[in-house]
């Protein structure tokens, strides 16, 4: 037996689990991020100086930023490895919500450690606990519950034993993985029990690739085979599963054509053959052409949420059927699917030995090889800056960023416009360069999320795309990467605003309304001067080193620096905006964003006739 306190007993559980795929391991949790207060500091403080030899720490400036950080690791580590995150009570549990539910919802393993209140209670109540009349043992800690995949409060120290096993088992499940939070009285973090060694073990968890269902697998393959215009969409359980290779290889033999979700994106390279770019609302012409003409629809590692679907509007074929490839029982039944249960990977190397090579004719390869060319057009289009001596557009600074990177480079992005003109026109060269976090879509993500990147993957230029919306939501972590000397580049493009969802208002009939960074005019309305907002000297004060761009040709010097230097830089550049010259072709496709029944303002009315014209081809597969 060994006398450690509860902190103390998990930092030295968590530095003896492995996980292993392949006959490949690593440590399950290789660092923890943290920010100190009272609920923590003699607790989780002082367990990992304790044991600082086998835990590293990163110091963080915000919570929800933490998590960020933390899932950044994670979704370039393929799931395989994860940080913890821990926080004091109160507000520094509150704001890990944020990052949870993230983390969740993209299905990317972190552990969450937040302080609580007293388990003992000698004083009730205590600094920063929530008093809850009918349930005097709740916090502000089981608001994580919602949003947490395993949620435990530790109440006494034998406790931990069960729930920390249990945490370590869901954050290598590939299928139920996602933020796990182990609430930890204060209190108790401090106490001292007599653990037995067995519990500080190396134990590794095997991440497992379970192989498909006969009759399924059969089931699939007669779909498939009768198929005369099939489509692949791959979703992010292609990168999980490591599939990349078994995708290319089933797609180069069958002919079948490939689009991508935004976590698919990336699966297979841009010049491959049959990759025809992305699907959905953001989606390409051709992948979107090829959707709506498609009869069987076979989805590999894919949610199929809105915007891929075109909120139920995209495939039209009367008589479309779906196969669903994916790990997770749960997403195979979607769209009324065959649903094919098992690794990505696995499954594609199944399907690959039962069906015939060359499967598609060849009028149709013809087809979307033609239609991937005239694309291609438009992205070069949208990408090239006639004029060097002009202000670049938002894609303008894309295409120049597109000439100077290569296999390499790793892009992050989450929230705004860019998502959907980055899944329209970015030509990804390797299955992680494109890092698009739209699950949760959270702005403020990409910095930290960088930083997280930067970790798992270092000497790699990582690159944070932000809009000026994004990074005022969250700037802090710029001091964490002077820090650590991790040299990321931020790119801010300032537009005055939020310019996404300035557009979107203005489709809907909202007229732009509170969308725009400018002083109030004297009817109310936010029509005057833009605000004299620096960003450029804000990221300097942060520590960054700031490249100002006001060219394409200063864009192109700048982000060519950038790329090249060993601190974190920032190139900043104001773009010109949608409204005076044309950026990313439109959507192919429609979203759904209820728009008012009734008005009194033009605007609205009409747009409340576009939607009604929409909607109607709304469908439920069944």
């Not at 200063?554 to 949608?578: F, M, N």
């Amino acid at each position: 037996m060994t006398r450690l306190t509860v902190a103390q007993a998990l930092v030295r559980f968590l530095a003896a689990q492995y996980t292993e795929r392949d006959g490949v391991r690593q440590r399950l949790v290789s660092a923890t991020w943290g920010i100190f207060g009272h609920g923590n500091v003699a607790g989780i403080g002082q367990a990992l100086v304790e044991y600082a030899d086998v835990m590293p720490y990163h110091q963080g400036r915000n919570e929800q930023a933490m998590v960020h950080a933390a899932v950044g690791y994670a979704r370039q580590s393929n799931r395989l490895s994860a940080h913890a995150v821990t926080t004091s009570i109160g507000p520094g549990a509150t704001n890990l919500v944020t990052g949870a539910a993230l983390a969740t919802i993209n299905r990317i393993p972190v552990l969450l450690l937040p302080g609580d209140a007293f388990a003992t209670r000698p004083a009730d109540p205590v600094l920063q606990q929530l008093e809850v009349p009918y349930a005097g043992e709740m916090s502000v800690n089981d608001c994580l519950r919602p949003v947490s995949k395993y949620f435990d409060r530790i109440t006494r120290p034998e406790a931990l034993i069960p729930a920390a096993l249990a945490a370590a088992r869901v954050l290598t499940d590939p299928v139920e993985t996602g933020a796990v939070t182990l609430a930890l009285p204060q209190d108790v973090q401090a106490e001292a029990y007599d653990w037995p060694e067995k519990f500080f073990a190396e134990r590794v968890w095997r991440v497992r690739r379970p192989v498909p269902d006969d009759a399924e697998l059969d089931a699939a393959v007669a779909a498939i085979g009768g198929a005369a215009r099939p489509l692949i969409v791959a979703g992010g359980g292609v990168k999980y599963s490591g599939a990349e290779e078994a995708l290319a290889t089933f797609a180069a033999l069958t002919g079948i054509p490939v689009a991508s979700t935004q976590a698919g994106k990336g699966a297979l390279r841009h010049d491959h053959p049959q990759d025809v770019g992305a699907v959905g609302h953001t989606g390409t012409a051709v992948a979107d052409h090829l959707a709506r003409t498609a009869d069987v629809v076979i989805g590999v590692g894919t949610r199929w949420t809105d915007f891929t679907t075109a909120s139920g509007t995209l495939f039209t074929h009367p008589d479309v059927r779906f196969v669903n490839l994916n790990i997770a029982a749960f997403d195979t039944h979607k769209m009324a699917a065959l649903p094919l249960v098992a690794d990505a990977r696995e499954g594609l190397e199944g399907l690959h030995a039962l069906l015939d090579p060359h499967h598609v004719t060849e009028h149709y390869v013809r087809e979307y090889a033609e239609e991937k060319l005239r694309w291609e057009a438009r992205v070069t289009a949208a990408h090239t800056a006639p004029d060097e001596k002009a202000r670049p557009t938002q894609t303008q600074v894309l295409g120049v960023l597109d000439t100077l990177v290569d296999d390499t480079d790793i892009l992050i992005n989450a929230a705004g416009s860019l998502p959907g003109d980055l899944h329209k026109l970015w030509r990804a060269r390797s299955s992680d360069q494109y890092h698009v976090e739209y699950g949760y879509s959270c702005m403020g993500y990409e910095i930290p999320a960088a930083i997280g990147v930067a970790l798992a993957a270092p000497g790699r230029p990582v690159w944070a795309l932000v809009g000026d919306g994004t990074y005022l939501m969250n700037p802090t972590e710029i001091v964490t990467a002077v820090q650590e000397g991790l040299p990321i580049k931020v790119v801010i493009l300032q537009n005055h605003g939020y310019a996404s969802i300035g557009g979107l208002s203005e489709s809907v009939g909202g007229e732009r309304y509170g969308t725009a960074y400018r002083f109030r005019a004297p009817d109310g309305s936010f029509t005057g001067a833009p605000l004299p907002v620096d960003l450029a000297a804000n990221a300097a004060s942060l520590g960054m080193r700031v490249l100002t761009a006001r060219t394409v040709r200063d864009l192109r010097e700048a982000l060519a620096d950038a790329r090249t230097s060993t601190v974190p830089t920032c190139v900043y550049v104001e773009t010109e905006t949608a409204d005076t010259v044309s950026g990313a072709p439109p959507a192919q496709a429609w979203w759904d964003v209820p728009v008012a029944e009734t008005a009194t303002r033009s605007s609205a009315v009409k747009a409340r006739e576009e939607y009604d014209r929409h909607v109607t081809a709304r469908r439920r597969h069944l």
